[in-house]
């Protein structure tokens, strides 16, 4: 059964950085594309960012393009998602998802496997 555990959330100003990691366990990250999701209070989840099995193809959010980067290491089980430029409103509960079919789309639906969750703060 994969287990996805989150980190690197925290409290950041404006324009700054952090950069979230998303550990595997009891399987290979490899066989999964793998997302990040994100959920502020009173708003709807968003899908933020996502990237195929192979690493060839990634998908973004609009409100988060040019700023966010996702990338993977398969040997080390391990998909990383760069914020840079931070804003306010990235303020949210960020997750980490896994998709079995493979597929890079930002549909909740299309996820498996969902992380615990890591906070992410951007306040002055």
């Known amino acids: 059964q994969l287990q996805l555990v989150e980190s690197g959330g925290g409290l950041v100003q404006p324009g700054g950085s952090l950069r979230l990691s998303c550990a595997a366990s009891?399987?290979?990250?490899?066989?999964?594309?793998i997302g990040w999701f994100r959920q502020a209070p009173g708003k709807d989840g968003e899908g933020v960012s996502c990237i195929s099995s192979s690493g060839r193809s990634t998908n973004y959010a609009d409100s988060v393009k040019g700023r966010f980067t996702i990338s993977r290491d398969n040997a080390k089980n391990t998909v990383f998602l760069q914020m840079n430029s931070l804003k306010p409103e990235d303020t949210a509960v960020y997750y980490c998802v896994a998709s079995s079919n493979r597929l890079c789309v930002l549909w909740r639906a299309n996820y498996d496997y969902w992380g615990q969750g890591t906070q992410v703060t951007v306040s002055s």
């Open positions: 009891g399987s290979t990250l490899d066989r999964y594309a």
